[in-house]
């Protein structure tokens, strides 16, 4: 069984889907681990130390390899020479690389989207979307306090006072709890707004201060926020407004599972900050939760510096790899079984919720439905059978919510 690490090939894509302290637990699955030259340059880890740890560095790494585990998507170039039947790991966002599932599909790879990967708590340890978000939302925090041009804590000085920064953060998810965290950590004061019902207890166990706002929370599946109506998003902007007009800084990253992000924070909004003040968006590259971020610049606006991410858990490298690849290796020891013998063997259940519901393509198809649909259209209606009389008409259908195609699950929040 052989197992290869991808050198990454997206500009500004720094980590790499396996760290050398990790190769012990595949070569001890009884993989061998073969590595592209240069996989972990970027996050500072040598081929030497991939070497020293039990793997080989090598250029035909995917030569007669049972899987190959990547961070973003395999290049074009990559997939095409993969074996038919090859098995791929990595982040794989089916709505923006629908030509890549189109490759993989006519490559014969059987290719697992980590996003896909149904959050139900067997599946924590594999959610690479959490393990992600915990470092987006800690480079978030830092990120403000560097841009800030003043203490994040209180200091009672021998001079007199400086008073704590105000931070408000919006979205308090993985990405925002985190965020949370770090500014309580560097002294900040911390007020946070989230439209789930549990998020306000999660915000005051960090120690922040939950904003409450006269407006309906909104529960999807899976303990994810549903999309809100348009009334309802200029009611909680109106809402916001002082909020946010009275923090030094603003750190946005509220997401809606399969949608761009929602608009939160609108010029006006932020043309209301106090000189000097700072708005960190994470959500930039998905569209954005405030108006004029742009993903991987930052913008002035009004008196406002905007910091817009792109790519965030790649701007930490060693620790965003680590966990990724500790989700990695937890669900490539799902994908190994014992024969007869009591021999590994490389033999993944799809009757197991986490795989079939992460698979995108194989055997030459795209299996995951709201993708093989996006890409391929609908399939073709049954051919309808010879109306009778005794035929009941069917009650008309509800109308479909595209959130009930994604892989999330009741259970995640229990
Ligand atoms: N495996 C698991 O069981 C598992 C894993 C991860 C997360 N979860 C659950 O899912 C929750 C959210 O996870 P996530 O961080 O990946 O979500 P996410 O990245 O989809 O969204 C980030 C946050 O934005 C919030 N948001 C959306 N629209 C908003 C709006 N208009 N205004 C303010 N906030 C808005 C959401 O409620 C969410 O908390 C977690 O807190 C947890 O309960 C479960």
Redesign the pocket.
Known sequence: MKIAVAKETRDGEARVAVVPELVGKLTGLGYDVAVEPGAGLHALIADGEYAEAGATVDDAAFEGADLVVSVQPLSAQQIRGLARGTTTISFLPVNQEQQTVVELRDAGVTAHAVEL?????R??SM?G??SQ?LVAGYRCAIVAAGMLRRFFPLNMTAAGTVQAAEIVV????????QAIATAKRLGAVVRA????A??AE?IRSMGAKAIELDLET???A???????TED??DR?RELLTPYIAAADALI??????GRP??L?VTRDMVEQMKPGSVVVDLASESGG?VEGSVAGEVVRIGNAQVWGGRNVPSQMPGPASKLYAQNVVNLVTLMTAKDDEGSSVFSPDYADEILSGSCVTQDGRIVHEPTREAIEGAPAPEPEPAATSDDVPDEPSAPQDPQLDLP??Q????
Do not use: H, K, W
């Not at 990967?117 to 708590?121: D, L, M, Q």
């Not at 919006?170 to 709890?177: F, I, K, N, S």
């Open positions: 990967i149904p959050r139900i708590s599946a924590q959610d979307l959490s978000a919006l979205g308090a998810g993985v990405a925002g709890l707004y989230d439209v789930r549990a998020a999660e909104l529960e999807g899976g303990g994810y926020a549903r999309e809100m309802r998003a909680q946005t990253t509220a997401a809606v599972p992000a929602p939160l939760n999330y699950d259970e995640a929040d229990q």
